[in-house]
C-alpha cells in the first residue's frame, strides 16, 4: 500500500496496408475500484495502492480501422476499453516490543501480508535527524517476513541533560 506506478494508454494503428504506425498515448486511464488503487487529482498517470485488494484499470478511447476496399483505403471508427487489473498487497508488522536495558534478548518482528504475496522483503530503519549515540540496528535476516533486530539505545535530540538545580 502507498507504492506507485506509472500508467500510460497506449495505442498503435497500421495504415489499410498493415503498415505499423509508431504507437502514441491516448486517454487518461482510470480505476474502476477507487478504494483499492487510484490516481492522483489532475491526472499525471501516477496510481497509487490504497488498501488490500484487486482494481481494474481501464482506457478508452475512440480507435479507427483501416481497411483496402476496392483499391482504397476506408476509415471506420470505433470505440475500446482495454482493461488490466491491479493487485495491492498490505502488511501488517507484528507489534512494538519492550526491551529492558542490558537485556540479551533481541526483538523479533514479523511481516505478515495480505491479499497476496511479496515478491521481496527488504527491512531496514533509519534514525531520526540529530539522534545521537550512532544507533545502527542490524537486521536478520533482512530478506524475509521474520527478522531479528539487535536493540539500540539512543539520544534524541543528541544533547546534554542539564545539571539539576541546587
Known amino acids: 500500500m502507498g507504492q506507485t506506478v506509472q500508467v500510460r494508454a497506449m495505442e498503435r494503428d497500421h495504415d489499410c496496408y498493415w503498415n505499423w504506425l509508431e504507437p502514441y498515448e491516448t486517454s487518461e486511464p482510470g480505476s474502476q475500484n477507487d478504494p483499492i488503487a487510484t ?84 527491512w531496514s530503519w533509519t534514525a531520526p535527524a540529530g539522534a545521537g549515540n550512532s544507533p545502527n540496528v542490524t537486521f536478520n535476516p533482512a530478506n524475509q517476513a521474520t527478522t531479528v533486530t539487535n536493540k539500540r539505545w539512543f539520544a534524541n535530540p543528541n544533547v546534554p541533560c542539564p545539571s539539576p538545580h541546587r
Not at 507489534?95 to 527488504?122: E, K, R, W
Request: overall charge negative.
Open 39 to 122: 490516481f492522483a487529482p489532475g491526472y499525471n498517470g501516477v496510481l497509487t495502492g490504497v488498501t488490500p485488494g484487486t482494481a481494474e484499470i481501464m482506457a478508452y478511447w475512440d480507435v479507427g480501422y483501416w481497411y483496402l476496399f476496392y483499391d482504397c483505403c476506408w476509415f471506420q471508427s470505433d470505440y475500446t476499453a482495454p482493461a488490466q487489473f491491479v493487485t495491492v498487497i498490505g502488511v501488517t508488522i507484528s507489534g512494538p516490543q519492550a526491551v529492558q536495558d542490558g537485556s540479551f534478548i533481541n526483538p523479533t518482528f514479523t511481516l505478515t501480508p495480505h491479499n497476496g504475496s511479496p515478491s521481496t522483503y527488504q
